[in-house]
């Protein structure tokens, strides 16, 4: 016991995992050997539980362990919950309750200290145990952060003043304590320490901020349920099939084999057709935290499998879910955050409009640094100097910096420009971007490339002071494509450096915002195929996006990539909450856009006749939305990432869950089931 608790007192200065393995295999503390057991009964019948037994390194034999599970399976229900317990106890009571154990103080050889922490870990409270009382000895054998059963009789607490004693009045005398299962000696564990991904369990139990997370997770969830079923018409919440089938929506997608020879079902990447059936079904309101999955590299925070809030509403458009889904941000900003509900009507922004004046499509306008084109006011011999194109646009934008010494803002930005951050920029094949320090000592304030009259013009439009630093970028002269601009991502970056150094403060609140309007198409890219098809080009959204007008209806027949799409896009603070769109509700036009404009195979086109079928069967005109959950919660809490709002994330470039060791190997069994072989590579 004195070396667990030594290892324990280590393991509390320590707090890197790393760290702690390193320092138990160089054998400076050497685990006490477990309670548990290696086992000498039949391999075969115990073969996995042996390994692990082994692995513990324990030395009970097969009747003591049954024999200790037996006392853990029959344990008497606590006679109340903490948090009950501690606003109702009185002195005298008898006590029954449940919780883990924590690290015990033996005071002398006659007394010991310990507090029992309950099973939600919010609460504790603490033990007194005396040798008077056949328990002492039991609870001495015991190990810290076993789960246990408390037997006691309530006592007031003799607190060193009235404020301790006001936050922790009582204590239990103990008459009994059982185990319910051990903590073994080589699992470290202590508060504020990181564990790896596989030992995701350990890093629930030690992270309280984890474990609120999910609580807190389960609250917008009821949240939002409570403001669809109250709306009127009420949403209906409908599962939809997972085991779905593979269609050319825009994701890669999972398959999953099935026994029958050549058959296999698809994940979805959304319940966007099935939605859509509902519409047609006569169901007026749908919505699910439905699961999806999408086949794609983990970077930018994406998971494989993730959650949406997904809706969609009959005889609506884009106008009614808009309002639908601020009912929902205000209900959730109202009862869970502690700043202001957002009010009115949430702005909206074009993607035109978002795209030239911020260089993205999911601006984060708190900060401005507005981007302005400039190429008509510069001179021939700057231009040539930041680009090798020919005639390209030219942009502009400012960074406030610091009024009182240019020399800092020009540090700033040359560690920037040489961090790794930069290096995206200063190698962009359109030309790397041109940096001016606004400083009022300097011949033309420091804009003498500008020339005089360029130089006067940017003052005019962009009001800068002394210390700022003015950004140009030149890129090629085409209409926007795609989600950012690379002065749109270098206004970006260069917020968050400035914000990172302590350059600039952060911007504060929640600026909600609607990017509406975008293409309906969008030129095909290598990494962006689309749905396939021949046409080049491919649906920005979706393939099932409506055009937004009777006018883009027409140019569906002209010029395509002209169409506006009554699409829209919730951000908010330069994040993509959710997207949405009308639908197309009539079967021949939306086979039109799948034949015709995106020009997909006719095999192809088949994977969608279900849906075809539904809409012809009289569907009235629908419109909906997907909010990313995991998304929404990780904005609601401050969260850099979504990990931290998922029980059980993927990590890695693959999507490994390292904890249960997923994805795994298939066995020659499973291949042979499922009529597969695989290639050597
Ligand atoms: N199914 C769409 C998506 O997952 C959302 C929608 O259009 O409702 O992005």
Redesign the pocket.
């Known amino acids: 016991m004195l070396l667990a608790r030594t290892a324990q007192k280590v393991s509390r200065l320590r707090t890197s995992y790393l760290e702690i393995f390193n320092y138990v295999r160089s054998g400076r503390v050497t685990p006490t050997p477990g309670s548990y057991v290696r086992i000498a009964s039949s391999p075969r019948a115990f073969h996995g539980a042996s390994c692990l037994r082994e692995q513990i390194g324990g030395r009970l034999e097969l009747p003591q362990i049954l024999e200790n599970y037996k006392k853990a399976v029959e344990f008497p229900p606590a006679t109340y919950d903490f948090e009950t317990f501690l606003s109702q106890a009185s002195p005298g009571q008898d006590v029954v309750l449940h919780g883990y154990l924590g690290v015990r103080s033996d005071i002398s050889k006659k007394l010991s200290f310990v507090r029992l922490q309950d099973p939600t870990m919010n609460f504790s409270i603490q033990l007194v145990s005396t040798s008077h009382n056949d328990s002492f000895e039991k609870l001495r054998s015991l190990r810290p952060n076993s789960p246990v059963t408390v037997m006691g009789k309530v006592q007031a607490k003799k607190a060193k003043n009235a404020e301790m004693e006001k936050r922790d009045p009582w204590e239990i005398s103990l008459n009994d304590v059982q185990l319910l299962n051990d903590f073994p000696s080589d699992i470290w564990m202590a508060p504020d320490m990181v564990h790896p991904p596989k030992h995701r369990h350990l890093q629930l139990r030690t992270s309280s901020e984890l474990r609120d997370a999910l609580r807190f997770r389960a609250q917008v969830r009821n949240v939002c349920r409570e403001e669809l079923e109250q709306s009127r018409p009420s949403f209906t919440e409908i599962e939809t099939p997972l085991l779905f089938k593979s269609t050319p929506?825009g994701a890669r997608e999972f398959l999953v084999p099935t026994r029958k020879h050549g058959l296999a079902y698809a994940l979805p990447?959304?319940?966007?057709q099935y939605?859509q059936i509902l519409m047609a079904s006569g169901i007026p309101r749908y919505y699910q935290f439905a699961r999806?999955f999408r086949d794609e590299d983990l970077r930018a925070d994406r998971q494989p499998e993730f959650t949406?809030l997904?809706?969609?509403m009959s005889f609506a458009t884009g106008e009614d879910v808009m309002r639908v889904v601020e009912g929902i941000i205000r209900r959730l900003w109202s009862n869970l955050m502690n700043t202001e509900a957002p009010s009115g009507p949430f702005h909206r922004l074009s993607y035109q409009d978002a795209m030239s004046r911020y260089g993205s499509d999911k601006p984060d306008t708190r900060y401005g640094m507005e981007i302005y084109r400039i190429e008509h006011l510069l001179p021939v011999d700057l231009v040539n100097k930041i680009t090798p194109l020919a005639s390209p646009f030219v942009e502009i934008f400012k960074v406030v910096g610091n009024e009182t010494d240019p020399s800092a803002t020009s540090e700033f930005i040359t560690r920037f420009l040489d961090s790794p951050a930069g290096a995206p920029f200063n190698d962009n094949p359109e030309g790397a971007p041109g940096i001016f320090v606004y400083d009022a000592k300097m011949p033309l304030r420091g804009l003498q490339p500008f020339g005089f009259q360029a130089a006067e013009y940017v003052e005019e439009l962009l009001e800068p002071d002394h210390g700022d630093l003015l950004v140009i970028q030149a890129r090629e002269a085409a209409p926007f494509a795609g989600g950012s601009t690379p002065i749109g991502d270098l206004r970006r970056a260069l917020h968050s450096a400035a914000v990172e150094t302590g350059f600039k403060p952060d911007s504060t609140g929640f600026d909600f915002h609607w990017i509406v309007d975008f293409p309906l198409f969008s030129p095909s890219t290598e990494s962006e195929p689309g749905q396939g098809g021949a046409a080049g080009i491919s649906s920005t959204?979706?393939p099932?996006?409506a055009p937004k007008t009777a006018a883009d209806v027409d140019m569906l027949l002209t010029d395509p990539t002209k169409v506006a799409a009554d699409?829209y896009d919730l951000v908010v603070n330069g994040i993509e909450l959710?997207?949405?769109?009308r639908?197309i509700h009539d079967a021949a036009v939306q086979e039109f856009v799948l034949r015709d404009v995106l020009q997909m195979p006719p095999e192809r086109l088949t994977d969608f006749s279900h849906l075809l079928e539904a809409l012809r069967a009289g569907c009235p005109p629908h419109a909906?939305?997907?909010l990313g959950f995991d998304r929404l919660v990780a904005v609601m809490l401050g969260k850099d990432s979504v990990r931290d709002v998922i029980a059980f994330p993927k990590t890695g470039k693959l999507g490994e869950d390292p904890m249960v060791k997923a994805p795994s190997m298939v066995t020659q069994e499973a291949l042979e089931t499922y009529h597969l072989r695989l290639i050597e590579e």
């Open positions: 929506e990447q959304s319940p966007q939605k999806c949406q997904d809706l969609e959204h979706h099932f996006t699409h959710g997207g949405g769109s639908r909906g939305l997907a």
